[in-house]
């Protein structure tokens, strides 16, 4: 039995288990921690995502995702605190489960049936699958449903797994790293059919390496570093959090560092090349477009900061 879908198993067991009407948060942690030996894989988690919500989850490697992602699906045991599915205790997996679908980081189907057979398997197992609209989606992938999973690559197995947890009408979707064997072309329906979950009123548990993925669908981003949260943030706040970069080119050379440090706002400067600077603002521009607007400026712009940016912030420069 592959062990990625051992969720998947738990949900068979919880066919005929009454949908509870969401009205709790879709996932709530507290003070949630995991030790594995001597290692803190993650230290006193308080989390909610509200229901409806598409919660972006990031993290270096080794920061504690999967090990969250793990004891929400109730696949391990807490060494404190509790996770809780719609106010469901996630140990009381049965339950737990029939409210979630998940797409495990490494998807491992049975390598002798076809991907038809798989989703057919998947669909029947769980709590509750619309047949029509994971037929439309196979299209939508591209899927080649009567191929043996044991030749699929790495992007068709998690096609395969994202097919099955899309048609899944179950509240909360919880995804780890779910794009990452995906070209870019896939990428953009995955994104498609987040935005058909999150319209039908499913919640979203996205944990994900893909900045630019997070930026592009998610409400609200939680950062975990070393096992702790280090911040939760709408993107807006978090790209606040940050400073502006604005770069000015001149006809001739550029005004020296000392001048450009000095003006009100200005974090730091850097020369770019002997007539261009770049000057990081933390405040309103006005003061440096002042300086910077002389006959010999020929070109000035201002840059919003990438999520990979205010997450590298984060990392002290280093996102692993
Ligand atoms: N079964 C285990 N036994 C011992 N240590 C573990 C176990 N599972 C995870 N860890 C450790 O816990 C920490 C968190 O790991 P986890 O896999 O949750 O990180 P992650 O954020 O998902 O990383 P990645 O992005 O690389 O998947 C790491 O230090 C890891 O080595």
């Known amino acids: 039995m592959p062990g990625s879908l ?11 288990v009454p949908m509870r009407v969401p009205s709790e ?3 709530r942690t507290e003070g949630l921690t995991k030790r594995f030996g001597k290692t803190v894989a993650l230290d006193r988690l308080d989390l909610e995502v509200s229901a409806g919500e598409v919660f972006g989850f990031l993290g270096p490697n080794g920061a504690g995702k999967s090990t969250t992602i793990r004891l929400l699906l109730g ?3 807490p060494t404190s605190g509790r996770a809780l599915i719609f106010g469901i205790d996630a140990a009381d997996s049965v339950v737990a489960h029939a409210h979630l679908a998940h797409v495990p980081a490494d998807v491992a189907l049975w390598p002798d ?15 509750g699958s619309d047949l029509a609209y994971q037929a439309e989606l196979v299209d939508r992938f591209g899927l080649e449903p009567d191929r043996r999973c044991g030749t699929y ?12 947890a899309f048609a899944r009408r179950a509240p909360l979707l919880v995804l780890d790293e779910p794009t990452s064997g995906l070209d870019p072309l896939m990428e953009q329906e995955f994104r498609a059919c987040l935005r058909e979950a999150t319209a039908r009123g499913q919640t979203v548990f996205l944990s994900s390496h893909q900045l630019a993925e997070v930026e592009a669908v998610c409400d609200r981003v939680g950062i975990l570093r070393c096992g702790r949260l280090v911040e939760v943030a709408g993107l807006a706040e978090l790209r606040r959090l ?13 005004p020296g560092y000392e001048r450009l440090a000095a003006i009100p706002g200005v974090e730091s400067a850097r020369t770019v090349s002997e007539s261009t600077v770049a000057l990081v603002l933390s405040g309103p521009p006005g003061p440096a477009l002042q300086f910077l607007a002389t006959d010999g400026l020929v070109g000035v712009a201002a840059r919003e900061p990438s999520l990979e940016e205010i997450f590298l912030e984060y990392y002290g420069g280093s996102a692993s």
Not at 153 to 164: E, H
Not at 242 to 254: S, V, W
């Open 25 to 27: 948060p879709a996932v």
């Open 242 to 254: 940050r400073l502006t970069e604005l770069t000015a080119t001149f006809a001739d050379t550029a």
């Open 113 to 127: 049936l076809t991907g038809a057979e798989v989703l057919a398997l998947l669909a029947a197992l769980g709590a």
């Open 75 to 77: 696949l391990i045991r």
């Open 6 to 16: 051992v969720g998947v198993d738990i949900v068979v067991r919880c066919e005929g």
């Open 153 to 164: 690559s790495t992007g068709n197995r998690q096609k395969v797994a994202l097919i099955a």
